[in-house]
């Protein structure tokens, strides 16, 4: 399937543009406007390209835009990086690696835990590569979204959680239009994959 997108490149001190910042696009359409020089820079217009095709922001905590693992928090004035994709709730949504996405539901039983090699999704090609992504359900209405930011390939410019296990949450089972946040990063360590366990030991705890 292809998609058609139109860019709109504006003067600085465009109307819109200073309302809404270097650059804004319209949810699942096929347009963004861009200040001046920030069509140039591939983080803005990736980030714009995000919100056509249905995602929203990614934060940290409680700042907007600071998650700095994927494209959808801040943009960066460079015109050839930094590559990086999307955070684990976004590949999610837009349904990446889903055959190498495993979902769990943990509880009392560890049937429903997992415990294996986690990879980055710069090998998801590799045959041995069977998990680049976790979901978690909860009993809540928001879910919990785990990748191996592995600092290599499609995710070697990463800026924050480079070799690292990166936390994600959201709602809406990761299918609408909800920011993300980033929640932590765990152990840093650069291998193309690391050895995750997650459970519940009990129903207000989660363990990565």
């Not at 837009?94 to 429903?112: C, E, H, M, R």
Request: net charge negative.
């Amino acid at each position: 399937m292809y998609i058609i997108l139109t860019t709109f490149h504006t003067p600085p001190r465009h109307y819109n543009i200073i309302r809404s910042g270097i650059a804004y696009a319209y949810i699942n359409s096929w347009n963004s406007v861009y200040s001046n020089n920030w069509c140039n820079n591939v983080s803005a217009q990736l980030h714009e390209i995000g919100h056509n095709i249905g995602l929203a922001h990614s934060n940290e905590g409680t700042t907007a835009y600071a998650d700095q693992s994927g494209m959808m928090g801040f943009s960066y004035s460079q015109d050839d990086g930094p590559r990086m994709c999307f955070n684990a709730a976004k590949n999610y949504q837009l349904g990446w690696y889903s055959d190498k996405t495993k979902v769990i539901s943990p509880g009392a039983s560890t049937d429903n835990c997992f415990a294996g090699d986690l990879y980055g999704t710069a090998f998801y090609a590799d045959a041995g590569a069977q998990t680049v992504g976790i979901k978690v359900n909860t009993d809540t209405s928001t879910d919990v979204y785990i990748m191996y930011n592995a600092k290599t390939g499609i995710q070697s410019g990463t800026v924050e959680g480079g070799n690292q296990v990166m936390v994600v949450t959201t709602g809406a089972e990761g299918n609408a239009l909800i920011e993300t946040t980033v929640g932590a990063d765990v152990a840093e360590q650069p291998f193309p994959s690391v050895y995750v366990t997650v459970y519940e030991p009990d129903a207000e705890t989660l363990i990565v």
